[in-house]
Nanobody, 117 residues
Framework: QVQLVESGGGSVQAGGSLKLSCAAS????????MTWYRRAPGKERELVST???????TYADSVKGRFTISQDNAKNTLYLHMNSLKTEDTAVYYCAAAGPWCPGDYWGQGTQVTVSS
């Protein structure tokens, strides 16, 4: 059973914007911390941003001031608003759910973001 479904990836020119979405089941959304990761070609997976169940957010230094994580509790959906995109933001982006009250560790299927110069 698919628990996390991402959408919103695509191709954009540098300086542009994209919004990623991650739809989760209510059980996951209400009990888990949610995180966006990314993996660029030839690189290791990188934590991009996290939001905890109490709304605390953290960001990787590489995206601070450009990316914003948010969630819509009514829609059980996590978002990643990406502005001022750079070519180095090109990667497959994954949402993940985990935490002490989370019923398990969950990963989405990933969505490709390609930023061209």
């Amino acid at each position: 059973q698919v628990q996390l479904v991402e959408s919103g990836g695509g191709s954009v020119q540098a300086g542009g914007s994209l919004k990623l979405s991650c739809a989760a089941s209510r059980d996951i959304f209400n009990n888990c911390g949610m995180t966006w990761y990314r993996r660029a070609p030839g690189k290791e997976r990188e934590l991009v941003s996290t939001i905890t169940s109490d709304g605390t957010t953290t960001y990787a230094d590489s995206v601070k001031g450009r990316f914003t994580i948010s969630q819509d509790n009514a829609k059980n959906t996590l978002y990643l608003h990406m502005n001022s995109l750079k070519t180095e933001d090109t990667a497959v982006y994954y949402c993940a759910a985990a935490g002490p009250w989370c019923p398990g560790d969950y990963w989405g299927q990933g969505t490709q973001v390609t930023v061209s110069s």
